[in-house]
């Protein structure tokens, strides 16, 4: 299933969260990530992510649509994401 | 259509950004809106936001999926969207 994941967390949490997110997802943009998993492998990201977050300060918001082909996806300005980006 | 817009902007323009993105969406979190629009308004939100970004620095990335019940939303850790998010 495709998978968009917005965050917003504590600045000292920052980077060992990205650090995570990249083994999962790839980077799209500032505090988002994008890519395809299974909900298996997701049930995963969220266990090792509540390793790291204060669930009390720091969100993290999951859109997932379970056929890939029903998302359209559009960049206005410039595009951030790194070449791995797989939409 | 469902939309989630995710945005990494100059802070200068941050302020005008999300006034502008708060008239078609609701604000969920530091960067990003979600809601429902029809292609009609998502272009006449374009065209209002270019009046404003830098497009070679700017960048806003919009996802749609035709059917908003195709979209699982999920927040780990804390909700920061306002009551009136619609999801």
Known sequence: ????????????????????LKQ????V??????GELTEGRLEELKSRLYEVID???????????????WVDKRVWGVEK???DNIL
């Open 29 to 34: 943009q500032n505090s988002a990530f994008e």
């Open 55 to 69: 669930p009390n300060t720091d969100s993290i918001i999951v859109y997932t649509i379970s056929n890939p082909r």
């Open 1 to 20: 299933m495709k998978v968009i994941i917005v965050y917003d967390v504590n600045i000292e949490r920052i980077t060992t969260i990205r650090k995570i």
């Open 24 to 27: 999962y997802l790839s980077w």
């Open 81 to 83: 994401g790194g070449t």
